[in-house]
């Protein structure tokens, strides 16, 4: 009795041994192309902001069918490993982890926020790895903010959000607004542009009478906004994602705030929020990059070819409005084939070609990378817009 | 009752001696076999859950006690550890002892109150408590950093000695472990632990029996937030980052889970739970890419309903149905 | 620029705070619905009401079909989906303990999030409201006629629940279950079948909320985990298993969150509504309307 139940031990381990076994030896089954050169990337595809992964994944992936098509890069076929982090800062760093020491590839792409990404900057540093964030914070790249000093292996893509608000206040100055409130939703993306807007009020001689927040899931921000109405500002800012700044461009317009003129951030950046904002949205000033507005850049803009390229071509692939977030993986990979063309797979040449890249012209700005800047761009990136019958307009 | 809770001193030793040996050999045989490798990195965040686990299992298996707020206590010593010796630079060991301090403290607070009374006041309160407790985190941005997180949290050492490497830092979390395995597995079978099964079978027949069941409640909860704590710190010193979103209502929700999927009954359970569900959402679910949330779910639904002891109750079936 | 008044102020605030206290009573009402007959909190609850919203922009936007028809034709949908819930992962567990049952909902909860996220991707949908888009003005404060289609559809969904527990046999023979089910079985009430009517029942109510709430504030397919939470908050609140208990408590919270938002602040406005929670708790620990009796006979 006793050894028969040791035996029905001994299958049941081994049949939990057969299974395990088949769940490591899964990843060992996926094709492999000879000689590929291999490019990791960490995005949030899934979770609480697959409004980044969602289309930064699906831009990294139609560039690599587009190399891939063209013959590669140099000959060399481009492999392209993505894992979702899911917005859990566990997982990306166990991802990119993953990506140095199993996948072993010679950049890393992402992650798309910015909490993550300053979870990883160490990693990268430690293992000597080429990193090209995907998020906004100016935090990321630097190392010593003081003194400006860049860490020396990370570097990213998208605009600062300093520049998004300078943008916003150089077009408030213009304008001579001077009292606002200010509208925020809890997240990262929330609390990071909320805090430059605060920091960089006094410089613009701009004072913030309201500072309201929300939930990233809340359903109603009449609240909020009623509070705002009764101290009577000029303008509002509002720096959210998701479906909170469609609800909060309907709120105010229903409760009669047009007077007051809304900002939002460029997370507002597609023709879908126009859209689900179901007309509230006339009159909404925001900053964008070139690529969500390529339709009505004037022609002799230097970003007018790419920024058009890239609508139809994720337009054609996916037959959805373009996010301006995928823009950013765009701008990412994009380097890297540049790159991996002039010096192939070598960590630290690819580095160093990134830190003297001058003169990339991409999604989000033309990019001048230096030892002193591993961002590029100048807030001459955003470029106000005003929603105007429907679609954007270029705001004066 | 007593059936579900089979005990005896040789057999722990056993499997004990079988477990720590396993445990050791581990990283030998993982650093040599590719793709395994790095199945070591996850080792050491399932040894982090495992540490919870174990001493929620006690609460939930034992006395009976649902707490919805235990990633609430990972999260404080996660940030009292994270928040001190980045701003303060003051030696981990102690920020990691303030952390246990300061949850043994909020616990009482909370559970005193609500484990004197009958049914699962406990995870009511504990829910409205973690949500409270993720939006602090979220709006003292000054010291927490915020929804963004706390970068740059100096790593941990041992007399100088730095654990700078997965595999150091895994003997470090895997020891701390063992040692709440061994310790865990004595209460159950002190005193205390059979005070703790009287409860779970009936309150009202424990305290006829003159068994003081808040106390023991009190007692166990407490106990449990406290290693939560320690698992916390050791947490924020090796992935030197924290976010709020790494201690939400979601990852109590994911605790529990763990503790069902592994086996409620028994606190080897609760280390099989951890791994299981590490495991499957760190690592083997991603191929799966965006379908993972559904079929995550799936394998919840199939483990809850085929193996209502959860995973370490699958030897005991197989043999069941082998002597049959 | 037009002044607004305090007066008129605090009144927007209370309408803003009954529009969301509304529907957070409507999921807690559905939590109840499964409570008195399981036990079981059902984490799946939320996952019902986003269910609603999405399905009904499906008949409503994508198949273009009037209100009258697409509202029941969804509420049939999300009840089927409810059942099979029930069926399919209830019913089979072996050894029901409320624990049990709670993960099983919470694994069906991610179950179906990530269905619906395959279903529906990961934007958000608008819904047209039911009676157009132009405000109501009531003394310098602001209604949306979809805000008092919420509050009608919560007092029918009251109305026609109490009709059908007092006056029905089936309603009764839920609030026996509720009672006592072990009793409720040897008087020969089906006790299997009754859960699962509880299941259905919960899930329509979730629906509709999700049908109601989807013009004001849009529906995406991970809502649903934030209004249970919510909604549970209001259910134990209130107090478990009371539906009266349920509107109260959810009518509470809104507008602790939104005169908190307006009045204090709006990035605490969450932790008001739980410390008062807390405090109802520790206090009367039944819940504002929970009866003490029926809590001691409870496991949870």
Same mark, same amino acid.
């Given at each position: ?100 020491? =199993? ?111 929300? #939930? ?54 597609? =023709? ?37 390229? @890239? ?86 | 009752? *007593? ?39 996850? +080792? ?70 609500? &484990? ?77 632990? /059979? ?13 006829? +029996? ?9 007692? *166990?909860?407490? &106990? ?71 079929? @995550? ?26 002597? /049959? | ?22 529907? @957070? ?37 994508? &198949? ?13 949908? *999300? ?34 999030? #990530? ?5 529906? #991707? ?44 007092? =006056?029905?046999? +089936? ?47 849009? +529906? ?81």
């Amino acid at each position: 009795m006793k050894r028969k139940q040791t035996i029905g031990k001994g299958a049941a381990c081994l049949i939990t041994v057969v299974l395990v076994a088949t769940l490591i030896l899964m990843p060992v089954g996926r094709v492999q192309a000879a000689k590929a050169y291999k490019v990791g990337a960490v995005f949030s595809v899934t979770g609480r902001a697959s409004f980044l992964g969602d289309p930064e994944k699906k831009t990294a992936l139609m560039l690599q069918e587009e190399i891939n098509q063209k013959g590669g890069i140099n000959g060399h076929l481009l492999e392209l490993v993505i894992y979702d982090d899911e917005g859990d800062s566990t997982k990306c760093a166990l991802a990119v982890r993953k990506l140095i020491t =199993r996948d072993k590839v010679c950049v890393i792409i992402g992650p798309s926020l910015s909490g993550l990404s300053l979870a990883v900057v160490p990693e990268a540093e430690k293992h000597e790895i080429p990193l090209i964030s995907c998020a906004a914070s100016y935090k990321i790249v630097t190392k010593n903010p003081d003194t400006g000093e860049q860490w020396k292996w990370v570097f990213k893509t998208p605009q600062s959000d300093s520049m998004a608000v300078e943008a916003i206040y150089t077009h408030m100055k213009k304008h001579g607004i001077s009292k606002i409130a200010i509208m925020s939703v809890t997240s990262g993306f929330g609390a990071s542009g909320r805090g430059e807007l605060l920091r960089l009020a006094p410089k613009y001689g701009i004072t913030i009478v309201a500072d309201e927040k929300y #939930g990233p899931k809340d359903t109603d921000m009449t609240a909020q906004l009623t509070k705002i109405k009764g101290l009577a500002p000029q303008a509002i800012v509002n720096w959210s994602i998701g479906p909170t700044q469609v609800v909060v461009v309907r709120n105010w317009k229903e409760l009669d705030m047009t007077n007051i003129t809304m900002y939002q951030s460029h997370g507002f950046g597609s =023709r879908k929020n126009i859209k689900l904002a179901a007309g509230a949205a006339e009159g909404v000033y925001c900053p964008l990059g070139a690529c969500n507005i390529a339709e009505i850049l004037p022609d002799n803009h230097p970003q007018k070819q790419v920024t058009m390229g @890239y609508l139809k071509a994720y337009k054609a692939k996916y037959n959805e409005p373009l996010s301006s977030f995928g823009g950013h993986a765009w701008d990412a990979l994009s380097m890297v084939h540049k790159a991996l063309e002039a010096v192939g797979p070598n960590k630290a040449k690819i580095r160093d070609y990134l830190e003297n890249l001058k003169g990339f012209v991409g999604q989000h700005g033309v990019f001048n990378f230096s030892p002193k800047d591993h961002n590029g761009l100048t807030k001459e990136a955003f470029q106000m817009v005003v929603v105007k019958s429907g679609d954007w307009a270029i705001a004066d | 009752m *007593v059936e579900t809770f089979p005990v005896t001193k040789h057999k722990n030793t056993v499997q004990l001696a079988g477990f720590g040996l396993g445990l050791f050999l581990f990283p030998w045989v993982a650093q040599r076999i590719p793709y395994l490798d790095h199945y070591m990195d996850v +080792m050491v965040f399932v040894g982090i859950y495992s540490i919870m686990t174990i001493a929620l299992c006690l609460l939930m298996g034992y006395a009976g006690q649902i707490s919805l707020g235990h990633a609430s206590f990972f999260g404080l010593g996660a940030y009292i550890s994270g928040v001190i010796t980045t701003k303060y630079g003051l030696n981990p060991w102690f920020c990691l002892v303030v952390g246990m301090v300061v949850s043994a403290a909020v616990a009482l607070a909370i559970g005193a109150p609500s &484990l004197k009374l009958r049914g699962h006041y406990l995870a009511m309160a504990t829910l409205a408590f973690c949500i409270i407790i993720t939006i602090i985190f979220n709006e003292t941005m000054a010291v927490t950093g915020g929804p963004d997180g706390l970068a740059f949290i100096p790593g941990i050492g041992i007399m100088g000695y730095a654990l700078d490497s997965v595999v150091k830092y895994y003997y470090l979390v895997w020891g701390v472990v063992f040692v709440v395995l061994l310790v865990c597995l004595n209460i159950i079978r002190s005193r205390v632990g /059979r005070a703790l099964r009287s409860i779970h079978g009936s309150e009202l027949a424990a305290s006829a +029996m003159g068994v003081n069941v808040a106390k023991y409640k009190i007692w *166990v909860f407490v &106990l449990s937030a406290v290693l939560a704590s320690v698992a916390g710190s050791l947490y924020a010193h090796y992935l030197n980052f924290i976010n709020p979103a790494s201690f939400d209502l979601f990852v109590s929700i994911k605790l529990l889970i763990m503790i069902i999927l592994g086996g409620m009954h028994s606190l080897w359970g609760a280390i099989v739970g951890a791994a299981l569900v590490t495991f499957l959402s760190y690592e083997w679910l991603q191929y799966f890419e965006e379908a993972e949330v559904m079929i @995550y779910g799936a394998i919840v639904l199939l483990i809850v309903i085929f193996l209502p002891g959860g995973v370490v109750s699958i030897p005991e079936k197989v043999g069941s149905l082998w002597r /049959r | 620029m037009e002044e607004i008044t305090l007066a008129s102020q605090l009144l927007q605030y209370t309408i803003t705070g009954i529009t969301i206290g509304s529907i @957070y009573a409507m999921v807690a009402i559905g939590f109840n619905t499964i409570y008195n007959v399981t036990e079981a909190i059902n984490f799946a609850q939320g996952e019902f009401v986003m269910l609603g919203g999405l399905v009904m922009v499906f008949f409503r936007v994508t &198949l273009n079909i009037p209100v009258v028809f697409s509202l029941p034709l969804t509420i049939l949908v *999300v009840t089927t989906v409810g059942i099979l819930l029930d069926r399919l992962a209830i019913r089979p567990i072996r050894k029901p303990s409320v624990l049990v049952m709670v993960i099983a909902t919470i694994g069906a909860s991610f179950l179906i999030r #990530g269905a619906a996220m395959f279903i529906w #991707g990961k934007n958000p949908f608008d819904l047209p409201p039911f009676s157009g888009r132009n405000p109501m003005t009531f003394w310098g404060a602001v209604v949306q006629p979809q805000a008092l289609w919420v509050i009608g559809f919560l007092v029918v969904v009251v109305i026609v629940l109490t009709l059908f527990f007092d =006056r029905t046999i +089936m309603g009764k023979a839920l609030r026996a279950c509720a009672v006592n089910p072990n009793a409720s079985s040897l008087v020969g009430i089906n006790v299997k079948y009754m859960i699962l009517v509880s299941f259905a029942l919960s899930a329509a109510i979730g629906a509709l909320g999700g049908i109601v709430i989807t013009p004001i504030s849009l +529906m995406e397919y991970d809502r649903g985990a934030m209004l249970a939470v919510k909604g549970f908050s209001a259910c134990a609140l209130g107090g478990m298993g009371s539906f009266s208990g349920a509107i109260i408590g959810g009518l509470i919270i809104g507008l602790i969150e939104s005169l908190g938002a307006g009045l204090i602040s709006s990035g605490y406005k969450d932790v008001f509504a739980l410390l008062v929670l807390l405090v109802v708790l520790f206090v009367k620990p039944s819940g504002l309307l929970g009866s003490v009796e029926v809590s001691k006979i409870r496991k949870f």
